[in-house]
């Protein structure tokens, strides 16, 4: 493939300058929980909500989970399976998706320790209505519906520790639900990028390395399409200069230009060779089944 003008001019550049130092890749979502958001502020916001308890509260709350552990991949908990309490995450990582009839799959969240899942039902009764599996060997604290009626009745303080953390999900949904809501699937996946890029990113020189592992794939369940949509349009990025992909990682050549896509003031500034909607089809469709489930979520949760 013969590269623009301008392109080869800015690849000529980067291999005579030094490469930047990558530490060891990282593999999603990292050290911090990740959904599909415009920004990645309060990310994490809920992996602190049991911080103001007392030592003798935090050791009753040990005393009535039950510690688990799972092994990558395996399944924390499955939607339909019927609901008997909450887990609370102590390490590793964690992926809550939902599976459509069709049997596509929107990634709702990545979880990380201090973060609780298995919600939005807290005291037991009725059935998941997404799926838990671990993206890494977890240490889980199980907290049965039994136990946690008991929690809240006899620790106050925990009691509002929860409402906290529900508070959070209940931001971390309503966050996901505007952007499937408002924002068309490309601005999706411009936004997805840069947020990586601020999560994980290593400048070099005007360009940001996103030094994580991600897939077509995750980011096709994230933003609510397909993987071959997201592979088009990555190659139709690549091909204006927006980005380059290689087997190893994202770089994206000019942030200002991604920036610009997701931006109110830029949108009219959109490079012309790319797409401003995709097809009609499986990607629309997915995107609707998350709007769809990510409004019962913030009815649940709010």
């Known amino acids: ?23 060891s890749q990282i593999l999603l979502p990292g050290g911090q929980a990740l959904f599909l958001s415009e920004t990645i502020e309060g990310l994490d916001e809920g ?80 059935a998941h209505i997404w ?6 060997d977890c240490e889980i604290l199980f907290l049965p519906a039994s136990a946690l009626k008991r929690l809240l009745t006899e620790l106050p303080g925990f009691a509002l520790c929860l409402v906290q953390g529900l508070a959070a999900k209940g931001r971390c949904y309503s966050a996901m639900a505007q952007m499937l ?5 490309i601005e999706r996946l411009a936004q997805f990028l840069m947020n990586l890029g601020e999560l994980h990113g290593v400048r070099d020189g005007h360009a940001v390395i996103i030094n994580a592992k991600v897939t077509h794939d995750q980011i096709a369940a994230m933003v609510g399409s397909t993987r071959q949509w997201v592979t088009m349009m990555m190659k139709r990025f690549q091909k204006d200069g927006l ?59 709010a």
Not at 11 to 16: D, L, V
Not at 181 to 185: H, I
Not at 276 to 297: F, K, N
Request: hydrophobic residues 35%; aromatic residues 6%; contains cysteine.
């Open 1 to 23: 493939m013969t590269l623009p003008g301008n392109a080869t001019s800015a690849a000529n550049e980067r291999r005579q300058q030094p490469r930047p130092a990558l530490p």
């Open 47 to 126: 992996a602190h909500f049991l911080d103001t308890l007392n030592p003798d509260e935090v050791a009753r709350l040990n005393g009535h989970g039950r510690r688990l552990a799972f092994s990558t991949g395996e399944a924390i908990f499955s939607q339909g399976d019927r609901h008997g309490g909450i887990f609370i995450i102590e390490s590793g990582q964690v992926r809550v998706f939902y599976t459509a009839p069709s049997g596509r799959e929107i990634t709702l969240a990545y979880w990380t320790a201090g973060h609780f899942i298995g919600g939005p039902e807290m005291t037991g009764g009725g």
């Open 131 to 136: 799926s838990g599996e671990a993206l890494s």
């Open 181 to 185: 809501g408002t924002r068309s699937v």
């Open 243 to 301: 980005v380059t992909v290689t087997p190893r990682q994202i770089r994206i050549e000019r942030p200002h230009k991604l920036m610009n896509m997701v931006s109110k003031d830029g949108a009219s500034n959109r490079p012309s060779t790319v797409l401003t909607e995709p097809c009609q089809g499986p990607a629309h469709r997915l995107a609707d089944i998350g709007v769809g489930i990510a409004a019962v979520i913030h009815q649940r949760v």
